[in-house]
Nanobody, 123 residues
Framework: QVQLVESGGGLVQAGGSLRLSCAAS????????MGWFRQAPGKEREFVAA????????FYRDSVKGRFTISRDNAKNTLYLQMNSLKLEDTAVYYC????????????????WGQGTQVTVSS
């Protein structure tokens, strides 16, 4: 199995940027397609972005396209989410997850999850 630890969350003003990191340990990181999800207060957890094992392919939910970038460094066993032009509605706990299916959108496709990092966007 793989253990995941997110970092980089915090408080940022609308229009600002944050970069989230997800450090992986355990089994070989490069074996796993990876994803980012988020959960806002009172809402269900939702898909944000996914990346293939090599990092050559990515997929995003419509509301973050052009603002967020998912990437990975397999040599450093780390997944990233660069978030620019942040909006109030991006406020959520962000989770990274390791899956088994290429660019999967569903939570059930991901077997391993981090504990989450809070992102709060203020006006």
């Amino acid at each position: 199995q793989v253990q995941l630890v997110e970092s980089g969350g915090g408080l940022v003003q609308a229009g600002g940027s944050l970069r989230l990191s997800c450090a992986a340990s355990g089994r070989t990181f490069s074996m796993y397609p990876m994803g980012w999800f988020r959960q806002a207060p009172g809402k269900e957890r939702e898909f944000v972005a996914a990346i293939s094992k090599s990092g050559s392919s990515t997929f995003y939910r419509d509301s973050v396209k052009g603002r967020f970038t998912i990437s990975r460094d397999n040599a450093k066993n780390t997944l990233y989410l660069q978030m620019n032009s942040l909006k109030l509605e991006d406020t959520a706990v962000y989770y990274c997850a390791a899956g088994s299916r290429y660019l999967a959108l569903g939570e059930s496709e991901y077997a391993y999850w981090g504990q989450g990092t809070q992102v709060t966007v203020s006006s």
